[in-house]
């Protein structure tokens, strides 16, 4: 399926969904609950992210760091942070994030994907008027 497709799917039902770098959510009328939920997993399990998209994405984050350089505000956060939180390992300057962004690979992103976005290393919170059974 396209994201249009996809699109098309949950508009018809009345649901929605999102997926961001935190997770996932959709939302659906109880009597859809498991047509939704079978492709919202279906979407988790079976992404189509083609390549020509990855390198456009991870081209325009490079280009947001480096517009951000010239930005005074970031500038000035950057300097508090950096100030904060120089014991801290995890802590990066611009340019080493730039590194490390361009050292990341398509098939990084697959690799990643296969690990982390399986049902094995997922957690499920359902909220809602819903058939137990």
Do not use: C
């Amino acid at each position: 399926y396209s994201k249009q497709d996809h699109q098309t799917f949950f508009d018809s039902l009345g649901a929605s969904y999102d997926i961001g770098f935190s997770g996932g959510f959709f939302s659906s009328l109880p009597e859809d609950f498991m047509l939704v939920a079978n492709r919202f997993v279906h979407i988790l399990t079976k992404p189509i992210y083609p390549e020509h998209i990855f390198l456009q994405t991870r081209e325009d984050a490079i280009d947001r760091i480096k517009q951000a350089q010239e930005n005074n505000f970031h500038l000035a956060r950057k300097a508090l942070s950096d100030h904060l939180f120089k014991k801290y390992s995890w802590l990066k300057t611009d340019e080493q994030t730039i590194e490390e962004l361009q050292s990341i690979l398509y098939d990084d992103l697959a690799k990643t994907h296969q690990q982390f976005a399986n049902p094995h290393s997922m957690f499920l919170t359902i909220v809602g008027n819903f058939d137990e059974t």
